[in-house]
């Protein structure tokens, strides 16, 4: 395992971090999940991403349990705040009262006493920006976080937030943005801006939803133990389109470029990920304890150049650049220009 700084700060994350979106409390049953945690240790991933919106709250439960009795600093804790599909007016949100109540409630799931990093979970525009940073301010000052950061904020919420956060003694040290061989929204204004401010990257989804370990078949059936025959993977996975049959062809022609390289196609995609010097780690999720030890392969594979542009040149009639695709959580999901996003969404 690799282990890298988180932006321009002093923490220390491995280079790939195991996340439970859609895992723990959902997908998998909590003895499937203890093995892949299990595994994930032993293979060196120190870093664990988890958000108080996962399962509602069970993805922290179920983590928390399985980590318990791990010595606490030998690990990097992450959570996320700002997003929920209770009723509550309050809730959902970046304000003061949230973050205190979402943060007292993370800890508790999570049965630690401070999180190493902690993130606000898409922009909210309903709350100042002040409140939102000095929340998290007096949360360091008061030793229930660590770090802070975001996720799939767009530049300019990055630049108008990172100078009074550095102010605050609270400079935001990582972005938590989708990114893979297939979505790359972030590599035209986010990423330039992030890599001026000092803010690193910990990409969520490299592997495209496992749409990218070429799992699924244009006009096939779902695999049955896959995540989009899930509920919540299929409304993630069809969200962003990537089961439409010319995602699915592209994905076809990608896997013998992995194969002349002697990679799966899931470590070419991670891979490919890592090669970009802005990318700080990638988050991988696993229902299986081998997929882990499969993606672990892909730290020991740099992608020579003419590969990587065989790649690029491949996916090219199907990647998402258009860096107004950045997720609005209080807007409708972003639609692909001429695509049957209905029917992509009930597969």
Not at 49 to 69: H, P, Q
Not at 104 to 119: A, E, M
Not at 259 to 265: K, T
Request: aromatic share 6%.
């Amino acid at each position: 395992m690799e282990y890298v700084s988180a932006g321009a700060s002093g923490l220390m994350v491995s280079r790939l971090v195991f996340g439970n979106a859609l895992t723990h409390g959902d997908q998998i049953d909590d003895e499937t999940a203890r093995d892949c945690v299990h595994t994930a240790l032993d293979l060196g991933i120190t870093t664990f991403d988890t958000a108080d919106v996962y399962a509602d709250g069970r993805a922290e439960e179920v983590l928390g349990r399985i980590l318990g009795g791990r010595l606490r600093s030998e690990l990097v804790l992450c959570s996320k705040v700002g997003r929920s599909k209770r009723p509550d007016p309050n809730a959902g949100r970046l304000s003061r009262k949230h973050i205190f109540d979402s943060v007292h409630g993370s800890l508790r799931r999570l049965g630690t006493g401070y999180l190493d990093l902690y993130q606000a979970h898409r922009f909210d525009d309903r709350t100042p920006l002040e409140e939102t940073l000095r929340a998290f301010a007096d949360l360091v000052r008061g030793g229930e976080i660590r770090y802070v950061g975001v996720s799939e904020w767009s530049a300019a919420q990055l630049r108008a937030a990172a100078g009074p956060a550095r102010d605050l003694g609270v400079p935001l040290v990582s972005n938590q943005p989708q990114y893979s061989i297939l979505w790359r929204v972030i590599e035209a204004e986010v990423i330039p801006a992030c890599d001026e401010l000092g803010i690193g990257q910990l990409v969520w989804s490299p592997l495209a939803g496992g749409v990218l370990t070429g799992k699924y078949r244009p006009g096939g059936p779902l695999p049955p133990d896959s995540r989009a025959a899930t509920r919540g993977g299929a409304r993630s996975i069809g969200r962003w389109h990537y089961l439409g049959e010319d995602v699915l062809d592209v994905v076809g022609r990608l896997a013998p470029l992995a194969e002349s390289a002697g990679l799966s196609l899931a470590q070419l995609a991670l891979a490919w990920v890592l090669k970009n010097p802005s990318v700080t780690s990638a988050i991988v999720g696993a229902s299986r304890p081998a997929q882990l030890r499969e993606n672990l392969k892909a730290l020991d594979t740099v992608l020579d150049d003419d590969l990587y542009a065989r790649v690029n040149e491949t996916a090219d009639p199907v990647v998402r650049r258009d860096p107004a695709l950045t997720e609005d959580p209080l807007g409708p999901a972003p639609a692909r220009s001429g695509a049957p996003a209905a029917a992509s969404a009930a597969r």
